[in-house]
């Protein structure tokens, strides 16, 4: 009689604890991972599954329907799955959380605990992601994914632990095309416009390998600026080129596939190292296990923007030969190899 009536309380009173302690609120969800310190586990029970509650905001640049955005939705779909409720990821699309370099800023303090980036962004903070922005390292989308998927392509994810954050997972992002509200018929045709980059070192480089001139600004920024003439062009892949409506203001576009920039799903280390050692697996197994979901949604959404795109009547230029533009940028990738000599053997070892 005793025993039942101590352990009654005890374990309600803990129940109780735990939920208020990690709070389900979501108007709080940035700080709920911080009043709930990982290793803190509730008592078992079928009602209550082990380990502490989280609701976690996850900071998404592009609109609900685009494929980067359904793999954070299937990655967030998978940690509720998994966690039995427990751990829960609210995806905010549409840059509701603010443009990548701010959202990273946040991630770095933990305000906002995930984000899925394009690697460009990330060069602006880890030196090693500024790679990925040189232009004619990858020869088509396996050769990319095969170094994504190697053992170096991982020890990438993991360096970005020097910059306050955790690399889960990469994502497809296909390549990256120049287009301008001005003609471009030919790489001669880039000489001294202004080019909006993603705002990272090697991008200013490649617009002056190329003879035009770097203008760094966040993605969001972009329309408006193609619009009052601010810049002359700006480059991206066909689902951005479409759903940013870019292709309304830059009807010229040149299929020179200068980069492939993987998108990366991260987590910000300090909300990582709060997390007890099984979350953190249920939250990269999940992360990972995302992926082909995603790269599913990518290549049906990079076929129908394209035929979008073509349908709209933008004036499309097919490049027959991409050795001028590889020889245009060849002497920066020599001078980056001392930088980045070790990515850059690691990717060319992944050709084979
Ligand atoms: C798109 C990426 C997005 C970047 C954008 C950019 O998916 O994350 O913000 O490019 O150009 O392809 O900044």
């Known amino acids: 009689m005793k025993k039942l009536w101590k352990g009654i309380p005890i374990l309600s009173l803990a129940v109780v604890l735990v939920l ?26 079928s009602a209550v599954p082990e380990g502490p509650k989280y609701n976690f905001r996850l900071a998404e640049t592009h609109p609900a329907d685009y494929p980067t955005t359904k793999g954070d939705q299937k990655f967030a779909e998978l940690v509720k799955e998994r966690s039995n409720g427990r751990i829960t990821i609210d995806v905010f699309p549409g840059s509701q959380l603010g443009e990548e370099k701010a959202v990273i800023e946040q991630v770095q303090l933990g305000a906002i605990e995930f984000t899925r980036v394009s690697a460009g962004a990330l060069g602006g903070f880890n030196k090693e992601y500024e790679a990925f922005s040189l232009p004619y390292i990858f020869d088509n989308e396996d050769h990319q994914w095969k170094f994504l998927n190697s ?22 992002s296909g390549s990256r095309n120049f287009y301008s509200s001005k ?15 993603q705002q990272n070192k090697v991008n200013i480089d490649l617009m002056n390998a190329l003879g035009a ?50 998108e990366v799903l991260l987590i910000s280390k300090l909300a990582w190292d709060k997390l007890n050692p099984e979350d953190q697996q249920l939250i990269k197994q999940a992360a990972l296990d995302s992926v082909a979901t995603q790269r599913e949604e ?14 709209s009547g933008v004036n499309i230029v097919e490049v027959s030969d991409l050795k001028p533009w590889q020889d245009a940028v060849k002497p920066m990738i020599e001078r980056y190899r001392a930088e980045f000599g070790a ?4 990717i060319d070892k992944a050709r084979n």
Not at 33 to 38: D, Q
Not at 152 to 160: A, E, F, Y
Not at 343 to 346: G, P, Q, R, T, Y
């Open 20 to 45: 208020t302690a990690c709070g389900s609120n979501k108007s709080n969800s940035a700080n709920s991972s911080n009043s709930a310190p990982a290793g803190s586990s509730a008592p078992a029970s």
């Open 151 to 172: 053992e170096d392509g991982t020890k990438l994810l993991d360096s970005l632990e020097s910059s306050r954050m955790k690399g889960l997972a990469y994502y497809s």
């Open 183 to 197: 003609p471009l018929n030919s790489i001669k045709d880039l000489k001294g416009l202004k080019i909006r980059v």
């Open 213 to 262: 001139n770097a203008t760094p600004m966040p993605y969001g920024e972009v329309f408006g600026a193609l619009q009052t003439g601010i810049i002359d062009a700006a480059e991206n892949n066909f689902p951005s080129y479409l759903t940013s409506n870019h292709y309304q203001k830059a009807k010229n576009l040149i299929l020179d596939q200068h980069q492939r920039v993987p």
């Open 298 to 311: 990518w290549s049906k959404f990079e076929k129908d923007a394209e035929a979008k795109v073509r349908e």
């Open 343 to 346: 990515i850059l053997d690691a």
